[in-house]
Each structure stands twice: as structure tokens, then as C-alpha cells.
């Protein structure tokens, strides 16, 4: 059965750091793009970051771009966020997900309805 796992969520002040992990198992998806999205309270989700299956091309939302860095590691099927200087506006759940449409590609989708599997999501909460 095909699981993703987030964790590394947690209340954090403004200006600090987090740094996210995305845990697959089930299957490798080393040949698939994969995303981390967010949703706030009364908004819809939204794209964050994406990356390629190899790493070699990630995109991010403007809000997010020059502090959040997005990575992955094929070798353990995990997907990295690291989240610096943190705003109180970046609080939501961040959910992970895969793109099971662009394998071996080198685009990765910033487009939710592409993605196939989804994480249960991680709270970060960032107070001002």
C-alpha cells in the first residue's frame, strides 16, 4: 500500500526555520516528480515547491521563492522542505504529494490536479 508520511512540522517564531520530510513506502517513486503543497485555514491548497525525480529541476510558488529549498533523496524515497525565515502568512497544513505523470522528466507540475498520492499533511504554525 502506497503511503506518504510527513513530519517535521511544529510551531516555530517568525524568522525561524523548519525543515520538512516527506517519507514514501509502498513503492520507490525515484522516477516521479514530486511536490509539497499547503492549505490554510478557510483558503485552498496551493502549490509550493516541485521537483524533478532527479533533482535537477525544481520550481516554487513566488511567495516562497529564496526561503524555502526543496530536495530529495531517491536512495531513502524522501522529499525534503527546508522553510527559512518563516512568516506568520506560511502557516497552514503542508502536504506532499507525487506526480506520477512526468516520469523521467525533467519538468515537475506545479498543478494539484496532476499529483496522484498525497500525504495526511503537517501542521506549521508561525507565530509574529
Known amino acids: 500500500q502506497v503511503q506518504l508520511v510527513e513530519s517535521g512540522g511544529g510551531l516555530v517564531q517568525a524568522g525561524g526555520s523548519l525543515r520538512l520530510s516527506c517519507a514514501a513506502s509502498?513503492?520507490?517513486?525515484?522516477?516521479?516528480?514530486m511536490g509539497w503543497f499547503r492549505q490554510a485555514p478557510g483558503k485552498e491548497r496551493e502549490f509550493v515547491a516541485s521537483?524533478?525525480?532527479?533533482?535537477?529541476?525544481?520550481y516554487y510558488a513566488d511567495s516562497v521563492k529564496g526561503r524555502f529549498t526543496i530536495s530529495r533523496d531517491n536512495a531513502k524515497n524522501t522529499m525534503y522542505l527546508q522553510m527559512s525565515n518563516l512568516k506568520p502568512e506560511d502557516t497552514a497544513v503542508y502536504y506532499c504529494?507525487?506526480?506520477?505523470?512526468?516520469?523521467?522528466?525533467?519538468?515537475?507540475?506545479?498543478?494539484?490536479?496532476?499529483?496522484?498520492?498525497w500525504g495526511q499533511g503537517t501542521q506549521v504554525t508561525v507565530s509574529s
Open positions: 504529494a507525487v506526480d506520477l505523470h512526468y516520469g523521467g522528466a525533467s519538468y515537475a507540475s506545479p498543478n494539484i490536479q496532476d499529483y496522484t498520492y
Open positions: 509502498g513503492r520507490t517513486f525515484a522516477s516521479f516528480a
Open positions: 521537483i524533478n525525480w532527479n533533482g535537477g529541476s525544481t
